[in-house]
């Protein structure tokens, strides 16, 4: 296949070198950014949410569960983000070369991916000075982690060939990013919820981001953060988040490669 050739390979080396190194050119710290910024985000969630809201009161190192789901959170709208404007950024390069278009935007990823490995290493750190018991269960972060990545490449598959065509849809991804940020269980518990409607949390579950997060947090921090089939129980529906990245990401690289041919003439 095209997409796995050495070529293409090698380019997709260079794009996520260029990237990462375009990305904090002229700042003072520079690559110290992407530890900073999402350490920066949580200080503020901390504060505003946990200390004077007291969400997650009743929940065992709740600030590192808080961490945890931003980084997550961080990592799925830098990657459908960058991968959204990604073909529209590489024109130029479109219009020179012949080569896999997913190479483009599949650099977006790897570049958010890299950062969210940083981040999570920080999350480790912060875990066991807050008095987190890794186990073995925390190797179950790295399927959660491939499920997160194609869930997100399949997006920015679909929005990057959408954004060609359409530039209406980053203001309007901007604005569902804002929403779903709120109706994912990352600066509450999903206790908030269940405690008051079971119904609203199985529905709420049912997002793979939710899923995702909440696994994440079982399997890192602590049982008491309700994976989705600990509050549903038929098989349907618990195998119903788990199935939508692969379906996402399939609808996605179908998409995208019926249009990738148009790209350079409409650029």
Same mark, same amino acid.
């Given at each position: ?5 050495? *070529?293409?390979? #090698? ?5 996520? /070198?260029?990237?990462? /190194? ?8 520079? =690559? ?6 999402? +350490? ?106 491939? *499920? ?6 399949? +997006? ?9 065509? =359409? ?44 899923? +995702? ?5 079982? %399997? ?21 988040? =788990? %199935? #939508? ?7 996605? =690289? ?10 350079? *003439?409409?650029?």
């Amino acid at each position: 296949m095209k997409f796995f050739s050495r *070529e293409n390979q #090698i380019l997709l080396r260079e794009l996520v /070198k260029t990237d990462f /190194k375009l990305r904090y050119q002229g700042s003072a710290i520079g =690559y110290l950014w992407s530890i900073l910024k999402p +350490i920066m985000l949580f200080a503020i969630m901390y504060v505003v949410f946990i200390r004077f809201l007291r969400f997650g009161a009743d929940m065992p190192h709740f600030a590192v569960a808080l961490l945890l789901g931003m980084v997550a959170w961080t990592f799925f709208s830098e990657a459908t983000n960058m991968g959204m404007m990604a073909i529209v950024n590489r024109g130029d390069l479109l219009r020179k070369l012949n080569f896999s278009k997913q190479t483009v935007v599949f650099s977006a990823v790897i570049g958010a991916l890299i950062n969210f490995s940083i981040n999570v290493l920080v999350v480790l750190v912060f875990a066991l000075f807050n008095g987190v018991q890794l186990t073995w269960q925390a190797l179950w972060m790295f399927p959660l982690t491939l *499920e997160l990545a194609l869930l997100s490449y399949g +997006i920015a598959l679909l929005l990057s060939a959408f954004f060609v065509r =359409y530039r209406d849809i980053a203001p309007i991804w901007e604005v569902v990013m804002q929403a779903g940020m709120y109706a994912t269980p990352i600066i509450y518990p999903l206790t908030l919820i269940s405690n008051s409607s079971m119904l609203a949390a199985k529905a709420v579950m049912m997002n793979p981001l939710a899923q +995702i997060i909440q696994d994440m947090r079982y %399997v890192l921090i602590d049982h008491n953060n309700i994976p989705v089939w600990q509050i549903v129980h038929n098989p349907l529906l618990v195998a119903f988040p =788990y %199935v #939508i990245p692969v379906v996402v990401f399939a609808i996605g =690289y179908w998409y995208f490669n019926r249009n990738a041919k148009y790209f350079a *003439e409409i650029l």
